[in-house]
Nanobody, 126 residues
Framework: QVQLVESGGGLVHPGGSLRLSCAAT????????IGWFRQAPGKEREGVSSIRSRDSRTYYADSVRGRFTISRGDGENTVHLEMNTLKPEDTAIYYC???????????????????WGQGTQVTVSS
């Protein structure tokens, strides 16, 4: 059974930073990526970033590229999302997810991920 748990969300002022973590357990060898998605009220869920396990290939949404950094942690299936220069439009519930056969044309598709965490709230406000 795959379980993913997000942590690190909170309230931050515009321009501030947060570091999200995703701890995954029970992940199979055929899972090739852990991704971050976010959903704000009234908006569609969108892919934020993803990292492939086999080669550490990373992907970023245009809206966060240069501000967010995804990385693998000290554990085999621990992933961090360092979020810098946060903007109010970054406010959302952030979810981590695990998927297989992730590449540059599907990493941002929610349907490509099989297992999801419960989400962590990120609020960027003054």
């Amino acid at each position: 059974q795959v379980q993913l748990v997000e942590s690190g969300g909170g309230l931050v002022h515009p321009g501030g930073s947060l570091r999200l973590s995703c701890a995954a357990t029970g992940i199979n060898k055929d899972y090739y990526a852990i991704g971050w998605f976010r959903q704000a009220p009234g908006k569609e869920r969108e892919g934020v970033s993803s990292i492939r396990s086999r080669d550490s290939r990373t992907y970023y949404a245009d809206s966060v590229r240069g501000r967010f950094t995804i990385s693998r942690g000290d554990g085999e299936n621990t992933v961090h999302l360092e979020m810098n220069t946060l903007k109010p439009e970054d406010t959302a519930i952030y979810y981590c997810a695990a998927g297989s056969f992730v590449d540059d044309v599907n990493w941002y598709r929610s349907s490509w991920y099989d297992d999801w965490g419960q989400g962590t709230q990120v609020t960027v406000s003054s």
